[in-house]
């Protein structure tokens, strides 16, 4: 079992930044990646940014730069910068732990980018 806990989250201006965190505990041996996920209100759940076991970073299309993915394997962490944040960033980010044959969540944590 996998237990995954998000921080960071919040109410920010649009241009402003937020950090978001994910602690990771449990059997964590084999993991296949680690990164963030996001749903907005009415649309599907998508991938924002993760960290393949090999070190490789994916992100999605959007972040265009504006977000950075990073891990802490000491402390078995993953961090999630956001920059340059647009009210169309608003969302609940969920933090994801992939084994490739079964795959654990967060409970998620609320970004808010409104002036």
């Known amino acids: 079992q996998v237990h995954l806990v998000e921080s960071g989250g919040g109410l920010v201006q649009p241009g402003g930044s937020l950090r978001l965190s994910c602690a990771a505990s449990?059997?964590?041996?084999?993991?296949?990646?680690m990164g963030w996920y996001r749903q907005a209100p009415g649309k599907q759940r998508e991938l924002v940014a993760r960290?393949?076991?090999?070190?490789?970073?994916d992100y999605g299309d959007f972040v265009r730069g504006r977000f950075t993915v990073s891990r802490d394997s000491a402390k078995n962490t993953v961090y999630l910068q956001l920059n340059s944040l647009k009210p169309e960033d608003t969302a609940v980010y969920y933090c994801?732990?992939?084994?490739?044959?079964?795959?654990?969540w967060g409970q998620g944590t609320q970004v808010t980018v409104s002036s």
């Open positions: 994801n732990a992939d084994f490739t044959t079964t795959a654990y």
């Open positions: 449990g059997r964590l041996s084999n993991i296949y990646a």
């Open positions: 960290i393949i076991s090999s070190g490789y970073r």
